[in-house]
């Protein structure tokens, strides 16, 4: 099963990192000023990672493929690293899928 990482910004901003079962981070949040937000942002990966169409699948400028997942309201909920293909994108993307909705939150910060 997978693990929500919340974690402190250098800038005391949360963020969340999703891991896979293997301890790959699949999925790292933007910023948050209130841990409470950021927790909502966890609900909303959840949520929002079992529809295909919340995934916005990008190339960077060094040709690597990444992809964003959003919410209903089209914000950024969180990214992906880069990926060396796109068929590793679209396993990463599974990742997310399959991980999200029952993984454990771990509070780095306490």
Do not use: H
Request: charged share 30%.
């Amino acid at each position: 099963m997978g693990k929500f990482i919340i974690s402190k910004r250098r800038n005391d901003e949360f963020q969340f990192n999703l891991k896979a079962k293997n301890g790959e981070v699949v999925l790292t949040s933007e910023g948050y000023v209130q841990k409470a937000s950021c927790r909502k942002g966890i609900e909303s990966v959840r949520i929002n990672s079992q529809d295909d169409l919340r995934f916005e699948r990008k190339t960077a400028v060094n040709d690597k493929d990444y992809f964003v997942l959003k919410a209903r309201n089209g914000e950024i909920i969180g990214k992906s690293q880069l990926y060396s293909s796109k068929a590793s994108m679209e396993t990463g993307i599974g990742s997310v899928k399959r991980n999200a909705p029952l993984a454990e939150v771990i509070d780095e910060t306490i």
